[in-house]
């Protein structure tokens, strides 16, 4: 198995840091320890730079352990002046050293070469050759196609790859990256009929504006500029500019989705008409006003900027108004970690361009051995794709949850509706700037099913004395809507939480979806993402105390959830004591619950291994379960912990998260005949992606579409 893999551009602004990522996402799935590695950054302090972009990107996003200092070995410059003095051995043992210092405690380390951004770029290429062969590294070369034909693409190509080879470096791919995208087929046709290209793998990823176009922030920092308005604004991306030195009939024609305004900070009549884009329905929506020559607007416009609602970016700089165009117009685009949209569209982009099972065998030539969260998490995606399931949102008017919709809508991993006012939600979209065309939201009132669905909860609900009034009230609210859809078989499973209370919630689904056959309650499992494996904890949710039937029923539906999520359950029944040596009414509920779930499995689940009462270290540990219950298949394989009760199992989960860094997903509601989940009301957008995916994978399971 290789231990490394070093990136290398051929030339600069190559789109590296986004085939960065795409490599980690890659990796991650398969190896348990990744780190990454940069030999030299090009930190520039006058551009606001104390830290290295590449390494910020990838430490942030995938949480990597190792301090800044120690994922490079020097700046651009330091490397520079030792080399100018003659220490050019120097910097190579020194850059092997910090390497291997990662390695030691690493199972891969991924490496990226500069960034070609200063005047010796031919030295910055012999030196990338250099290093990857100094570090036994195989590399991936990420060539430049942007603003060129193919023809240009593949002579750069070519001499890049010829000259590496000479310099003895193991080529394993060559990624042409920001191609047109007619070109694609073409420029990887071509490539893979040279001599070389057929002992490598050869991969073109079209161009993405969006990745390619830097945001307002980016330009304000390059510029210096002064954020008047707008500061929570700044992720907005810049598609154009246009300088505004003319009349306003000849402006307005020259506006684009996207346009940066860039205007003197004195000509109000401009800063009028932009803003009142904004609130036009025909007017594309401009991405911010740059306010030049260090003027400021006079104080009746800033009133009326400040009653607008939605405020613009507006930034003010002391550049004159054609240099700070200028400067504008050099302006390049980088991902940062927190930009999960951005993040998200270039994994899409390097997942639907490149065969990542190819290219992960070629790096590291082995199979998947652990679960690691990473893998987890694309297991449930994969496995969500597989039958497009449709999940129904009841809180479509919640910023997170569209969020959310676009990363899943985009990487096609479920089929959605949204609840809720469709002005609202689309004005919503159009404001955050998000791409989900042919989405459906229904309004709950107005749909054509709500008369139906009426009637229906009326006949579900007249033994308990209810009115075809109050059953109107009732579907009105948009989480009985959504329960229904699921209940009608017109939505697969539903999703809330994030604005409403778990009551709000769960009771629709107690009262019209119901609990499965045998099962008399529903409860919640969090899935335990540790570093090299996943387990299931429950009942973190939902049930304060519940009786030893109940604590049965609980373990056999985790052992279900478990197996549909591709864990072998191993049931280990939780307690302060292990087997027989404890007494008292708490573990004595355990004990009597263990024979009752013994007695559920015999029949629909013969071999399913389940054991208690066991203390938590019994459980997980081998060596305590060697001394406590020797030669007992759960001891110390436990993969699923049923907790007495609600105290010690949302105590112990959070204890787990907080202290061992573990992620937790869910909880994931189990025991009903429709899967409905409910989120955290201060769930992130990552965790509303994890829950309607788990959603979709229950819904596969209900119909038994898993394999």
Known sequence: M??????????????????????????????????????????????????????????????????????????ATEASNLITVGKYEEVLEEIVSKYKDLERDH???????????????????????????????????????????????????????????????????????????????????????????????IYTIPNEPMLGNPTVGEIARLLNARVLYGENHLDQHVYSFTVAAMQ?????????????????????????????????????????????????????????????????????????????????????????????????????IFENSVAMEELGQRIIKREISIVTPKLFEYGLVQNAKTHKQHIVLPEGEDERILRAAEILLRREVVDLTLLGNEQQIRKTISRIGLHMDGINIIEVRKSDLFDDYVQTYYRLRKHKGISMEIAGDTMSDVNFFATMMAYKGHADGMVSGA???????????????????????????????????????????????????????????????????????????????????????DVDKVREATAIAKDLAKEAYPDLKLEGPMQYDTAIDPEVAKTKMPENEVAGKATVFIFPDLNTGNNTYKAVQRSAKAVAIGPVLQGLNKPVNDLSRGCSVTDIVNTITITAVQAQAEKGLLE
Not at 5 to 20: H, P, Q, Y
Not at 280 to 296: D, E, H, N, Q, R
Not at 319 to 346: C, G, L, Q
């Open 2 to 75: 290789s231990k490394n893999l070093f990136i290398t551009a051929t030339d600069a602004r190559s789109g590296k840091s986004a085939i960065c990522l795409g490599v980690m996402e890659l990796l991650l799935r398969s190896v348990e320890k990744v780190c990454f590695f940069r030999p030299l950054i090009n930190v520039n302090p006058s551009n606001n730079e104390v830290i290295d972009h590449d390494i910020n990107l990838i430490s942030s996003y995938y949480n990597l352990t190792p301090p800044y200092r120690d994922m490079y070995a020097y700046t």
């Open 107 to 201: 199972d891969f380390v991924l490496c990226e070469g500069t960034d070609f951004l200063g005047s010796t770029s031919a030295f910055e290429f012999d030196i990338n050759a250099e290093i990857s062969n100094n570090l036994g590294a195989p590399v991936l070369l990420v060539a430049n196609a942007h603003k060129m034909n193919v023809d240009e693409t593949l002579r750069s190509i070519e001499m890049s790859v010829e000259s590496m080879l000479a310099k003895g470096c193991d080529i394993v791919a060559t990624i042409v990256n920001r191609a047109n995208p007619k070109d694609k087929e073409e420029i990887t046709e071509r490539l893979e009929e040279k001599s070389w290209g057929k002992k490598q793998l």
């Open 248 to 348: 306003l009939r000849n402006f307005l024609k020259r506006i684009e989705h996207g346009t940066l305004i860039i205007t003197p900070g004195d000509r109000a009549d401009v800063i009028v008409a932009s803003l009142a884009t904004v609130s036009s329905v025909v007017m594309p929506k401009i991405a911010g006003i740059m306010l030049t020559g260090g003027l400021l607007p006079e104080e009746p416009v800033c009133k009326l900027i400040e009653g607008f609602s939605h405020t613009l970016p507006i930034l003010s700089v002391e550049h004159d108004t054609f240099p700070a165009a200028r400067i504008a117009d050099n302006a390049y685009a980088r991902i940062s970690p927190e930009d999960t949209r951005k993040v998200m569209r270039a994994l899409e």
């Open 499 to 585: 604005v409403h209370t778990t009551a709000d919630t769960i009771r629709p689904a107690f009262e019209i979806i119901k609990t499965k056959p045998g099962f008399s309650i529903v409860s919640s499992l969090f899935f335990m993402c540790l570093r090299d494996r996943v387990l299931a904890y429950a009942d973190c949710a939902v049930n304060p105390d519940p009786d030893a039937k109940s604590l049965a029923e609980i373990a056999i539906s985790s052992a279900q959830t478990a197996k549909t999520f591709g864990i072998d359950p191993r049931v280990a029944m939780l307690s302060y004591s292990t087997g027989k040596s404890g007494k008292g009414k």
